[in-house]
T-cell receptor
Framework: TAGITQAPTSQILAAGRSMTLRCTQD?????MYWYRQDLGLGLRLIHY???????GKGEVPDGYSVSRANTDDFPLTLASAVPSQTSVYFC???????????FGPGTRLTVL | QKEVEQDPGPLSVPEGAIVSLNCTYS??????FMWYRQYSRKGPELLMY????GNKEDGRFTAQVDKSSKYISLFIRDSQPSDSATYLC?????????????FGKGTTLSVSS
């Protein structure tokens, strides 16, 4: 079982460009999440989805959008990247919204 | 005051030492407590999960929850260089609106051989 896959592994992006980070899980989990992790700030929730067709804002949602068209996929889009979005992005999933979360390997994004 | 406080370390110990990692929290509604381990340049992985006060043991790892003091601990016995990682505590409440685990910022552990 693959669990959670994320793509790309890493990316360098010019400021102002758009990008979609991909996340797919094969565990049939209902809930999915996007976090960013920055040194000294820990994991911060960007957006979440408790079930397919619904999404919600986390602690740091500005500049990001998500969609949840089906159970397995939860893409994160940066419409116009800025250098402050340089970070490591982790996708996670859980059976329910308060259950143990399982994390993907992360996408390391650098915005120049 | 943050909901979850965790000393970032770094914590350096020799191989074989007993390690104690701790988190304090302020929300008395938290009922589920987890410890994640994160190796450098990897995603966090679940290490221990508990939903009650007391101790839970898994091999060299023991998770301890003291709800009266709002304090959780992770003990690592006979620490190994392979335990060198960042350890994050996480917790949630059953009736918590919206979603999500609340994470501590993580403690970085280095075990030297």
């Amino acid at each position: 079982t693959a669990g959670i896959t994320q793509a790309p592994t890493s990316q360098i992006l010019a400021a102002g460009r758009s990008m979609t980070l991909r996340c797919t899980q094969d565990m049939r989990h209902n809930a999915m999440y996007w976090y960013r992790q920055d040194l000294g700030l820990g994991l911060r929730l960007i957006h979440y989805s408790n079930t397919a067709g619904t999404t919600g804002k986390g602690e740091v949602p500005d500049g990001y959008s998500v969609s949840r068209a089906n159970t397995d996929d939860f893409p994160l889009t940066l419409a116009s990247a800025v250098p402050s979005q340089t970070s490591v992005y982790f996708c996670a999933s859980s059976f329910g919204p308060r259950d143990t979360q399982y994390f993907g390997p992360g996408t390391r994004l650098t915005v120049l | 005051q943050k909901e979850v406080e965790q000393d970032p370390g770094p914590l350096s110990v020799p191989e074989g030492a007993i390690v104690s990692l701790n988190c304090t929290y302020s929300n008395s509604a938290f009922q589920y407590f987890m410890w994640y381990r994160q190796y450098s340049r990897k995603g966090p992985e679940l290490l221990m999960y508990t939903y009650s006060s007391g101790n839970k043991e898994d091999g060299r790892f023991t998770a301890q929850v003291d709800k009266s003091s709002k304090y959780i601990s992770l003990f690592i016995r006979d620490s190994q260089p392979s335990d060198s990682a960042t350890y994050l505590c996480a917790m949630s409440a059953w009736d918590q609106a919206g979603t999500a685990l609340i994470f501590g910022k993580g403690t970085t552990l280095s075990v030297s051989s």
